[in-house]
């Protein structure tokens, strides 16, 4: 099943809460909270997406699926868990060592929350491998971290498809999240690649009718 995660990266604030209830009434199935510190990235949103998180936390019964974005990620960690995020991402860029990436998965599913790791486009998917069998999914950045409505970069793609031949010869049960340019063409790309997750912000916050881009986006 294709499962649609809409980013609220672009949402205007005085247009969220009509954005968030339109959103869900579209049916999708997460809202998608990009975290920037200025750090990992160039643009720092960290008080914005947390009052869109706490709002829709109060507004809606769909998931979170936190993306870090960020160099300090335990702190961020300990911040979104107390939210009860149904998945919460964090870059293999940032961790550093074999250790510290353990333990950070470890700490999410503690919390009984799925555990995401995420590579941007010029990470190779052998950076990953080693923690594959201990995560829930693996987001691919189909453009450069930090800035919303960029064009996918196709390159990527090839590596979805080399993930997913990798998952499925080791019968790793894992959901891969595409992430970046995510349109009803670019959708399609991405899931004959192997993605079942799809992150759509621009495409949907501006389309005339929500609910048949999210339909579009799912087929």
């Given at each position: 099943?294709?499962?649609?995660?809409?980013?609220?990266?672009?949402?205007?604030?005085?247009?969220?809460?009509?954005?968030?209830?339109n959103?869900?009434?579209?049916?999708v199935?997460?809202?998608?909270?990009?975290?920037?510190?200025?750090?990992?990235?160039?643009?720092?949103?960290?008080?914005?997406?947390?009052?869109?998180?706490?709002?829709?936390?109060h507004?809606?019964?769909l998931?979170?699926?936190?993306h870090?974005?960020?160099?300090?990620?335990?702190?961020?960690?300990?911040?979104?868990?107390?939210?009860?995020?149904?998945?919460?991402?964090?870059?293999?860029?940032?961790?550093?060592?074999?250790?510290r990436t353990?333990?950070?998965?470890?700490?999410?599913?503690?919390?009984?929350?799925?555990?995401?790791?995420?590579?941007?486009p010029?990470t190779?998917?052998?950076?990953?491998?080693?923690?594959?069998?201990?995560?829930?999914?693996?987001?691919?950045?189909?453009?450069?971290?930090?800035?919303?409505?960029?064009?996918?970069?196709?390159?990527?793609?090839?590596?979805?498809?080399?993930?997913?031949?990798?998952?499925?010869?080791?019968?790793?049960?894992i959901?891969?999240?595409?992430?970046?340019?995510?349109?009803?063409?670019?959708?399609?790309?991405?899931?004959?690649?192997?993605?079942?997750?799809?992150?759509?912000?621009?495409?949907?916050?501006?389309?005339?009718?929500?609910?048949?881009?999210?339909?579009?986006?799912?087929?």
């Amino acid at each position: 099943m294709i499962e649609v995660s809409a980013s609220v990266l672009n949402i205007e604030k005085d247009n969220a809460t009509r954005d968030f209830y339109n959103l869900e009434t579209a049916k999708v199935n997460y809202f998608h909270i990009d975290v920037m510190d200025g750090k990992f990235v160039e643009n720092n949103n960290v008080e914005l997406m947390k009052d869109y998180a706490l709002t829709i936390k109060h507004i809606s019964n769909l998931g979170l699926d936190v993306h870090l974005m960020v160099e300090d990620i335990e702190n961020f960690i300990d911040e979104y868990l107390m939210l009860s995020p149904e998945i919460l991402t964090f870059h293999i860029e940032v961790t550093g060592t074999e250790e510290r990436t353990k333990k950070i998965i470890r700490t999410i599913k503690n919390e009984g929350t799925r555990v995401g790791i995420a590579i941007s486009p010029d990470t190779s998917i052998e950076e990953i491998k080693p923690y594959l069998e201990l995560v829930h999914m693996v987001l691919v950045m189909s453009v450069v971290p930090g800035k919303g409505g960029q064009k996918l970069i196709p390159e990527t793609l090839e590596k979805v498809k080399q993930l997913k031949k990798y998952v499925d010869e080791n019968n790793i049960d894992i959901d891969i999240e595409v992430d970046g340019g995510i349109n009803d063409i670019t959708a399609k790309e991405a899931i004959e690649a192997g993605s079942n997750i799809l992150v759509a912000g621009k495409y949907l916050i501006s389309s005339e009718n929500m609910n048949e881009a999210v339909q579009k986006i799912k087929m």
